[in-house]
């Protein structure tokens, strides 16, 4: 079983503790926040709000991880979330009738296709072209919307395809359908990082890229798949946003995404140096973001102020995380045991 | 010759860092009118020293004297307006502003609160025309060549104030008629009265240029000579530490015995490297290796050594020659290939790239054998205990245990690990750059036995070693090189300390 030891010592328990003292906050000081109801077969309630729209940046944060990991990012995630939509929604077509153009099934591999490539894209420029990761990322981070546009010529396309918005909108078993595929995901990743050699090349890598590669690691392609990887889930991802909202809008979906997702990272606690990386971390990262977010308009703070407010929380949580912060704390409370 | 009052003389120089005593008690004169080089092996305190002169380092005791008045430069800029102008290693101009731009960067004449362009070119064609070149300074850096990028630096520093000017390896990235045109200019310099510090890890540049020699070795002071008092072969043996006498021509027995069994015939070739080079790096050289043998890399620092090493084991791509092991054509592109081929390879630079400080002992030893398996072959962690125990036992790693950070060991003991990781893959070639550098004693002697070990089991090893002693107590036949060229083979009764300086000296 896990002891508090181990827990202590895992980097996932800072990241937990914050988002404990988030939702003990809403407990006391936000009426209803921890009600479920059960409506027609489903819970609904601000928990299980916090999981459902947390499930694109959850994703995001996912592949994300393994591109921090190898000290690179990705900020085309946002505009490849936009192009994952833009593709599924111009190949289901906006018949009024409900029929679509293309098998949804279709539709969707397709779309996921599409990202996968755009994240080789990435991959092809850091790896082979050794463009440094942010400009790289950020060629995408421009043309990805203009992609996603061309896709949907220029419009908002709207979704009547019943079957699509179970993606996004469905149940099972209670819980909202984008849960399960997040928790597919996350377990898919962690069992091929930590159950195959992948996790420790990409930690490795990341370290140190120069002994990574004089001990026989093709550090190119660890850095191709990475990014690879992070494509296809910044892919998944635009298909549960094109879902719930039965729209697929070039300009909006999924914008300002990437800076979630590096913030979900990195409250994760993985390091922007590259290295160790936290996959549970990041999806909770995602959920403090996320609860933090819902928090803040349950309280009914404008939403032009809410970033700031989301601003203070993230660098407190960010202190919390800081080891030397911790210990320079620690040293203030033992001075004053000691003088008193 | 009158003894004139120097220059810049500095006394009895200590510089201390956290765990090394990087200067002690150090003498240095320079003259005017004279080229001085610095010679030394690593670690000898050179760039120390020059880093005290130039207010990088401020020393900790000792006194330097600039034309007979105490200084203590605490800042570069404070140094260069003292009269101390320095071109480091790196060139460190922007290659894509003009040549003016590039020797006025940070102190453009101004006039009517702008640059004046006009005024800017015609400085520096002055400054130009001092070392003897005539360009276009309108055009941009990058448009001429190294060498006239060199000089462009050394224009950049010079100031009609200098008294002093050092070059640190001016001449790495250069070919001989650039040399010879560098060299040019260094010498009407001098004859203005300049006195130049002048860096170089090349022996033939060294006695072409330098009218006097200061030598250093492990941060204290061995002596100054005027060059042509001081044959080059008493110069390697004062780098390396010795009176020359001291070397030792005794051909030890063990090796003897090892270098009979290497003559043999039928021992298998594992290794040949034919014709292997890449420009600017080591001249194209012919290898032999075979089973159970130790090949010794000597050679100065900076002689072409780990350059040889990295070309074999496909770090650096070869631009001519070919590899075979054991006697079939490898195509080895990148240390990748090289280790499916059945090489391993410990870097001398243990810091940058050999170990993993954050990783574990355990992930740093599997890590080479992981890569070697594929990503989907994985070793499970109970396996991957089993291996690094085992290695932490047979080769006495001092570590709490195997799941500790490879950062809390000591050097020697991450050495070991690095060494650990390429026998997990159990190759049939090691090459081991320097690795008894920066270990205490103990550790050095165990990692030679180490390796002729090794051998012993049949393993094929190519042991690089500034200690002229430990390649001479390793090895049963000896490639030496000078600067970047292969220029030897040695073996049988010919192994000796003496014999490789005598190598090295040879020549022209």
Known sequence: MISWKSLRRSNILWPLIALGVLLLFNLFFTPHFFRLEIKEGHLFGNLIDILKNGAPIMLLSIGMTLVIATHGIDISVGSVVAVSAGAVAILIGGDLAGNPKYPIAVAMIAALLVCTAAGMWNGMLVSRVRMQPIIATLILFVAGRGIAMLFTNSLQLWLYVKSFAILGQGYVLGLPFDIYIVAFVLLFTYLFTRRTAVGMFIEAVGINPTAARLSGINANNILFWVYTFSGLCAGIAGLIVCSTVMNADGNNAGRLFELDAILAVVLGGTSLNGGKFYLFGSVVGALIIQTLTTTIYAFGVPADVAPVVKAFVVWAVCLLQSQRFRSRIARVFVRREASA | ?508
């Open chain 2, 1 to 508: 010759m009158t003894e004139e009052i120097p220059v810049l003389s500095m006394k009895r120089i200590t510089k201390v860092f956290p765990g090394v005593k990087a200067l002690s008690t150090v003498d240095f004169r320079l003259f005017k009118s004279e080229v001085h080089a610095i010679m030394g092996q690593n670690g000898a305190g050179k760039s120390t020293l020059v880093k005290v002169l130039t207010g990088v380092h401020q020393q900790d005791s000792g006194e330097i004297l600039l034309e007979g008045r105490p200084i203590r430069p605490d800042s570069p800029l404070a140094a260069r307006k003292l009269g101390i102008s320095t071109v480091y290693q790196e060139i460190n101009l922007c290659p894509n502003l003009s040549v003016a731009e590039n020797i006025f960067a940070g102190r453009q004449p101004i006039r009517f609160g702008r640059i004046d362009w006009k005024e800017m070119a015609r400085r520096s064609e002055e400054i130009l025309k001092r070392l003897n070149l005539v360009i276009d300074v309108t055009q941009i850096l990058s448009s001429y060549s190294i060498a006239i990028q060199q000089l462009v630096a050394i224009a950049r520093v010079l100031d009609i104030s200098s008294k002093i000017l050092i070059l640190d390896e001016p001449t790495s990235s250069l070919d001989e008629t650039e040399v010879e045109q560098l060299f040019k200019v260094i010498r009407s310099l001098r004859n203005e009265g300049l006195a130049i510090i002048f860096i170089t890890h090349f022996l033939d540049q060294t006695y072409q240029i330098a009218d006097r020699i200061t030598v250093l070795k492990n941060g204290e002071f061995v002596g100054e000579f005027r060059t042509e008092t001081l044959p080059k072969l008493d110069l390697i043996a004062k780098m390396l530490g010795k009176e020359l006498s001291e070397f030792s021509y005794a051909v030890e027995k063990d090796q003897r015995k090892r270098s009979l069994a290497s003559a043999d015939k039928d021992a298998k070739n594992v290794l040949t490297v034919k014709d292997l080079g890449l420009r600017g790096s080591i001249a194209p050289f012919d290898l032999h290796l075979s089973e159970g043998e130790v090949l010794g890399l000597a050679g100065l620092l900076g002689s072409g050594r780990t350059e040889m090493a990295r070309l074999i084991f496909g770090i650096d791509g070869a631009n001519q020659g070919e590899i075979q092991v054991k006697g079939k054509k490898a195509a080895i592109k990148s240390p990748q290939s090289a280790m499916m081929a059945g090489m391993g390879f410990c870097s001398e630079d243990r810091k940058n790239e050999g170990i993993f400080l954050d990783l574990t002992v355990r992930e740093n030893i599997i890590l080479a054998l992981q890569a070697k398996n594929g990503i989907f072959k994985y070793i499970t962690t109970r396996k991957q205990l089993e291996i690094a125990d085992e290695m932490i036992k047979s080769l006495a790693i001092m570590t709490p245990s195997a799941n500790n950070r490879a950062g809390q060991l000591s050097g020697g003991n991450q050495q070991k690990v690095m060494l650990a990781r390429w026998l997990a893959t159990s190759p049939i070639i090691l090459i081991l750059d320097e690795p008894t550098r920066g270990i205490d004693v103990g550790a050095k002697l165990e990692i030679m036995e180490l390796i002729l070990d090794l051998s012993r089991q049949g393993m094929g090893v190519i042991f690089i070693s500034s200690e002229f002693e430990e390649v001479v107590r390793c090895s049963s036949r000896i490639a030496v090189l000078r600067d970047k060229v292969k220029v030897a083979e040695l073996d049988g009764e010919n192994i000796s300390e003496a014999s490789i300086m005598h190598t090295i000296a040879g020549g022209n």
